[in-house]
């Protein structure tokens, strides 16, 4: 069965560094054209792409959160980890990690086939 | 960014009812158009990608058209696990984004 579960904080405090992970199971991440995306939604707010990673370990940012954001992958445990610095209670939202698979001239680069349930992180003094 | 907006933003529609919801870009995405569901406690799932094309083991009731800026995700025969959130998302360039979010409701 394929699936992505996120896991992490709820609750932090303002100024701390949030580190949340995505396990996945049911696929190889060691495939050309796999990818693990960050997305979030906060409260009576949009969803808010924030980061990506490769199979090839190539990692794209939103540019107003990069320099916030580090993603990583570890595809000896089926997981893919992001972390936050500076978390700020604008940052209360569910996190939602959402896989891409593309092939060539597939035009779905950007394209998230697969959903976590997400995990909501309030931030709060 | 492009810039996703739906309408409505609410709608209320009984079970067997046809339901639309549309989706516009602020600038020309081709073909590049997803619809998702999402319903709460659950993770959202993928419906529709290429703005037509269904995902695997959805529903032939759901379909979807448009290209350019305009698009409708259509609902034929709307059943009990149809009440949910309804977003689509462009994924023509960098970064990608989503629209507001529709929500279908009991009526």
């Known amino acids: 069965q394929v699936t992505l579960r996120e896991s992490g904080p709820a609750l932090l405090k303002p100024t701390q560094t949030l580190t949340l992970t995505c396990t996945f199971s049911?696929?190889?991440?060691?495939?050309?054209?796999?990818?693990m995306s960050w997305i979030r939604q906060s409260p009576g707010k949009g969803l808010e792409w924030l980061a990506r990673?490769?199979?090839?370990?190539?990692?794209k940012y939103s540019t107003p959160l990069k320099t916030r954001l580090s993603i990583s992958k570890d595809t000896s445990k089926n997981q893919v980890v992001l972390t936050m610095t500076n978390m700020d209670p604008v940052d209360t939202a569910t996190y939602y990690c959402?896989?891409?698979?593309?092939?060539?001239?597939?035009?779905?680069?950007?394209?998230?086939?697969?959903w976590g349930r997400g995990t909501l992180v309030t931030v709060s003094s | 960014d492009i810039q996703m907006t739906q309408s409505p933003l609410s709608l209320s529609a009984s079970v067997g009812d046809r339901v639309t919801i549309i989706c516009r870009a602020s600038?020309?995405?081709?073909?590049?158009l997803a619809w998702l569901q999402r319903k709460a406690g659950r993770a959202p799932e993928s419906l529709i990608f290429?703005?037509?094309s269904l995902q695997s083991g959805v529903p032939s009731r759901f379909s979807g058209s448009g290209s350019g800026t305009d698009f409708t995700l259509t609902i034929n025969g709307l059943q009990p696990e149809d009440f949910a959130i309804y977003y689509c998302?462009?994924?023509?360039?960098?970064?990608?984004?989503f629209g507001q979010g529709t929500k279908v409701e009991v009526k």
């Open positions: 998302q462009q994924y023509n360039s960098y970064p990608p984004t």
């Open positions: 049911g696929f190889s991440f060691n495939i050309r054209g796999m990818c």
């Open positions: 600038q020309d995405i081709s073909n590049s």
């Open positions: 990673i490769d199979w090839d370990d190539d990692k």
């Open positions: 959402a896989r891409t698979f593309y092939s060539e001239n597939s035009g779905l680069y950007w394209y998230f086939d697969l």
């Open positions: 290429h703005a037509s």
